[in-house]
């Protein structure tokens, strides 16, 4: 793999990597090889030569055909022998990583008897963010997947619209995501960052949907969990205009959103944002104001029910900090 892996599933699947590389190698040498022997061996010598004509040799088509075979063979018992090293793999007939079906008891009790984990979050995957909710906390983080080094941690993931696909290449294989199930990921990861990507095409901004996992020390964890705790139930404090810009610049709104002369050149909302102040209405529905700015970036479902806004569940001086940030695009 070109990305160093660091949990186990990644390990194993470099591994298997590893090997098909090498028999890749071999059989693009033999046959490339047997390719230009064959030129220069039965090449016409003379402007009037005729090359030796071979017909129903029995012998090299049986070595072309079983040669193939064996070898397909070898890779599907390597792949299965790695799929059964893979963290609460489960069984052929039984994998675990998918639920089929959100609320099928039998299957959940099986996820979580397969593994002894140190935490679970619940992960959102919607067009264009995925939304981490973490345990006992009560907030959502709309951006990075951030954990303590050394712990098992478990992803289960359901999505709110289409076809997702959770990859982060340095802690193992593609899950895919899909409507009305749940799929579960498994890993443990030393400090580090850790980039990947919606590995599935999930409309026009899918380029954009980023999965970042940051793993921090234990005592850093600790104290990025509560500072998180604290915010989301703390009342919200006066907006800043620079906040709202770097939250705006690096969340998720630059995935929909348009601002000329900025990063944010999204193409799904249906207005630009750039003289956001000076729009009468908000969605095409209320005042603009910053009450109703406030309100909307709470829930636009509330506001606008069927609008393509999800509720980002953000956190109250997040979305003073936007509203300053809007408020101030005249």
Not at 160 to 176: K, S
Request: one cysteine or more; aromatic letters at 10%; charged letters at 15%.
């Amino acid at each position: 793999m070109l990305v160093p892996p660091v949990s186990q599933d990644a390990q194993v699947i470099n591994n298997l990597y590893t090997i098909l590389y090498i028999l890749s190698a071999f059989v693009f040498l033999l046959v490339e090889g047997l390719l230009v022997y064959s030129v220069v061996k039965f090449r016409r010598r003379s402007a009037g030569d005729t090359p030796e004509q071979v017909h129903d040799h029995r012998g090299f088509e049986i070595t072309w055909t079983v040669l193939p075979m064996i070898l397909i063979a070898v890779i599907f018992l390597l792949a299965l022998n790695s799929m059964s090293q893979l963290e609460a793999s489960g069984t052929l007939n039984d994998p675990l990583n998918h639920i089929h079906g959100i609320n099928d008891q039998v299957a959940i009790k099986r996820i979580n008897e397969a593994k002894k984990v140190d935490m679970v979050i619940d992960v959102t995957a919607r067009q264009w963010v995925w939304q981490f909710k973490y345990p006992d906390g009560n907030f959502t983080v709309n951006q990075d997947l951030v954990v303590p080094a050394g712990k098992t941690i478990r992803l289960d993931m359901v999505t709110a619209d289409v076809i997702h696909a959770w990859w982060v290449p340095a802690l193992g294989g593609t899950i895919y995501v899909n409507p009305g199930e749940t799929s579960s990921f498994w890993f443990s990861a030393p400090v580090g960052t850790y980039t990947g990507q919606c590995n599935q095409f999930c409309g026009l901004a899918h380029a954009q949907m980023l999965a970042n996992v940051k793993v921090l020390p234990q005592a850093d964890y600790d104290k990025w969990y509560a500072q998180q705790a604290a915010s989301s139930s703390t009342p919200a404090g006066a907006g800043d205009v620079a906040r709202g810009e770097a939250f705006f610049m690096n969340g998720p709104c630059v995935s929909c959103h348009t601002i000329d002369g900025t990063r944010a050149q999204g193409k799904v909302a249906p207005r630009p944002l750039t003289h956001f102040a000076a729009y009468d209405k908000i969605a095409q529905v209320i005042p603009n104001t910053p009450q109703n700015l406030t309100k909307w970036l709470h829930n636009p479902q509330d506001v606008k029910p069927g609008t393509q806004m999800p509720n980002l569940a953000l956190k109250p001086q997040d979305i003073a900090d936007l509203v300053a940030f809007l408020e101030s695009l005249k």
